[in-house]
T-cell receptor, first 115, second 114 residues
Framework: EPEVTQTPSHQVTQMGQEVILRCVPI?????FYWYRQILGQKVEFLVS????????KSEIFDDQFSVERPDGSNFTLKIRSTKLEDSAMYFC?????????????FGPGTRLTVL | DAKTTQPPSMDCAEGRAANLPCNHS???????VYWYRQIHSQGPQYIIH???NNETNEMASLIITEDRKSSTLILPHATLRDTAVYYC???????????????FGQGTILTVHP
């Protein structure tokens, strides 16, 4: 069964450092999403990416965050200067089919720990 | 998107049916009911969705009341691996910039006991 893959599985960084989280989606669907989940809290939408542009972003997705599709298949989420409160699981997701935008396949997540 | 209400937790014996309720009394005509689950430390997993008819797939069944104000997710023969947080999400399948933006609530923690 195809899978969404995310790397690294766990990233530990110092406050103020830049981190890049990577994701390989399950399909060439035009939509792509990033979510995060702080430990013990609910999954929160960060940003949607459509046809190589940001479609919608939440208030969490401030100027410290950016999302790119550097080589046409992989997606990255960059946090320029990490803060302690950025510690969370970060999930990427993309729709299963071209018809079902709300049926999304999530990756296993990257656990980001900011010290 | 319409607000949903789910019980915070439920228990179920292994092999029995797990019936997870969801209230969505403010659902509008073009909004679908989606169910996802999240097994501990994993990414959310899509289960099933429906508009007004009952739906069944290899994972579960979805029963939506005639007035569409509530629904029930049924896992017909729960196993220990079904222990997870189950989320009921209501949203439109119409286009627009919010396409696919899933808003997760607190969900229902289902614990399946041996």
């Amino acid at each position: 069964e195809p899978e969404v893959t995310q790397t690294p599985s766990h990233q530990v960084t110092q406050m103020g450092q830049e981190v890049i989280l990577r994701c390989v989606p399950i399909s060439n669907h035009l939509y792509f999403y990033w979510y995060r989940q702080i430990l013990g809290q609910k999954v929160e939408f960060l940003v949607s990416f459509y046809n190589n542009e940001i479609s919608e972003k939440s208030e969490i997705f401030d100027d410290q965050f950016s999302v790119e599709r550097p080589d046409g298949s992989n997606f990255t989420l960059k946090i320029r200067s990490t803060k302690l409160e950025d510690s969370a699981m970060y999930f990427c997701a993309n729709p299963l089919t071209r018809l079902g935008y709300n049926e999304q396949f999530f990756g296993p997540g990257t656990r980001l720990t900011v010290l | 998107d319409a607000k949903t209400t789910q019980p915070p937790s439920m228990d179920c014996a292994e092999g029995r049916a797990a019936n997870l309720p969801c209230n969505h009394s403010t659902i509008s005509g073009n909004e679908y009911v989606y169910w996802y689950r999240q097994i501990h430390s994993q990414g959310p997993q899509y289960i099933i969705h429906g508009l007004k008819n009952n739906e069944t797939n290899e994972m579960a069944s979805l029963i939506i009341t005639e007035d569409r104000k509530s629904s029930t997710l049924i896992l017909p023969h729960a196993t220990l691996r079904d222990t997870a947080v189950y989320y009921c999400i209501v949203l439109s399948n119409a286009g627009g910039t919010s396409y696919g933006k899933l808003t997760f609530g607190q969900g229902t923690i289902l614990t399946v006991h041996p």
